[in-house]
């Protein structure tokens, strides 16, 4: 009959799975002998679980792995495929998945799982994240396995069954999760998004979406976590919206921590020049702005005089200061070398001239020394028909010009 699942024979799953190592399970994965008909031989971690078998499988490989196994479940006696990258002891290794449901064959009546191992790949660029030793020393490199979830929930979000690490990720056991709507579990700022990209899901019979957002745990803590979820509802043999989700919230601290990195000044911890364009390419969509650039005067005499450590301390010296006395509305940055910059909303030169007065009046101590900070500045004014760079141009002429005047 037209679009009846397609048979097997015995010879044919040998072809295509006789050289790769074999699982039997059933439709929620879990491990059941393997037919003895095939003559395949049982590996010794038969009975193991579906999340034992897959933990050491790199992490960002295992969203394509979860939906192998629903898309095979979907299209019976159709074989799927995937290549995924695995940690083994000597080394990463690729391997080749592949997954068969024959569940509707008399004589097979399971889900084949079958791993091939294709030889050593190169090592991930991103790795788990690290661990200390708790041993005092520096930290030490090796590969946790990644905290997962997966969840089948109905139309309204309501949680069905779930596996997986439910108390590492929620703080609770899975039966607490159970006949609840996961947003409940959701931080409140993240609401919205989550029923945004939940009504975009319903209207899309068969697609996807993914969604990063927080879990407010019992004890008040939260863990992010990123979701892919399925929307199968209108298949006949699941029924039902598939969650798929691991803790990200290692990778979004470090990836806040290179963002920082990228945006910020590394010695004294302002906006470097690329955040300074940012900020006022955004001022200047809301109105006019104001900016001062300015240059520290005979400042190569303290990095020849006294080294380049000291005129580091001196240079955040004046940051701390310009930051201080600048108007809240303000944006201070440095520039680059000795060279910093002041933006502001509005018409705010005198505001800002104030504080690079003040952050200039007095001395500051480097090594045993005194010295007298002098700056020369510029400021120039604009508003949205013009560009940020050239704006700080015409503030940095202005410097110069100044300059000028006061070696005249």
């Known amino acids: 009959m037209k679009g009846d699942p397609a048979v097997w024979s015995r010879e044919d799953i040998l072809a295509d799975l006789g050289d790769s190592v074999v699982t039997a399970r059933d439709d929620k994965a879990q491990p059941v002998p393997l037919p003895a008909s095939l003559g395949l031989v049982e590996r010794d971690d038969a009975d193991a679980t579906w999340d ?6 790199y992490e960002p490989d295992m969203p394509e792995v979860a939906r192998l196994w629903w898309q095979a479940l979907e299209k019976p006696g159709v074989i799927q495929h995937t290549t995924a990258r695995r940690e083994a002891r000597d080394g990463w290794r690729q391997i080749m998945l592949q997954i068969l449901d024959l569940r509707h064959q008399d004589d097979i009546g399971c889900v084949l799982v079958a791993s091939q191992d294709l030889g050593p790949c190169e090592t991930p660029e991103h790795r788990s994240h690290l661990r200390d030793n708790s041993t005092g020393d520096a930290e030490v490199a090796w590969f946790e396995r990644p905290i997962w979830l997966l969840q089948e929930l109905d139309a309204l979000g309501t949680v069905l069954d779930t596996e997986g690490d439910t108390e590492a990720l929620f703080g609770r056991p899975a039966e607490e999760l159970e006949g609840k709507i996961v947003l409940q579990f959701l931080h409140p700022d993240d609401h919205s998004a989550a029923i945004e990209m939940w ?14 957002q927080r879990i407010i745990r019992p004890d008040g803590s939260e863990r992010w976590i990123e979701s892919t979820v399925l929307n199968r509802l209108d298949s006949q043999r699941s029924g039902v919206l598939l969650s798929i989700s691991h803790d990200v919230t290692e990778r979004r601290r470090h990836e806040r921590d290179l963002e920082h990195r990228a945006l910020t000044d590394q010695l004294t911890n302002l906006p470097n020049r690329f955040s300074l364009d940012t900020s ?14 300015l240059d520290l005067d005979g400042f190569k005499s303290v990095n020849d005089q006294l080294g380049h450590r000291v005129g580091d301390t001196a240079l955040e010296a004046i940051a701390a200061r310009l930051s201080n006395t600048a108007p809240e509305s303000a944006v201070v940055g440095r520039w680059g070398g000795d060279e910093f910059v002041l933006i ?55 410097m110069y010009e100044a300059k000028e005047r006061r070696a005249g």
């Open 199 to 212: 009504s975009s899901l319903l209207s899309d019979p068969g697609s996807s979406r993914t969604i990063r």
């Open 344 to 398: 502001g909303p509005g018409d705010c030169e005198d505001e800002l001239r104030s504080a690079i007065e003040a952050a200039f009046a007095d001395p500051i101590s480097v090594g045993d020394d005194q010295w007298h900070p002098r700056c020369s500045y510029g400021v120039a004014h604009g508003d949205s028909s013009i560009e940020p760079d050239q704006l700080i141009r015409s503030a940095d002429t202005a």
């Open 280 to 293: 006022l390419e955004s001022m200047l969509s809301d109105g006019p702005a104001t900016v001062a650039f």
């Open 52 to 57: 034992q078998q897959t933990r050491d499988i």
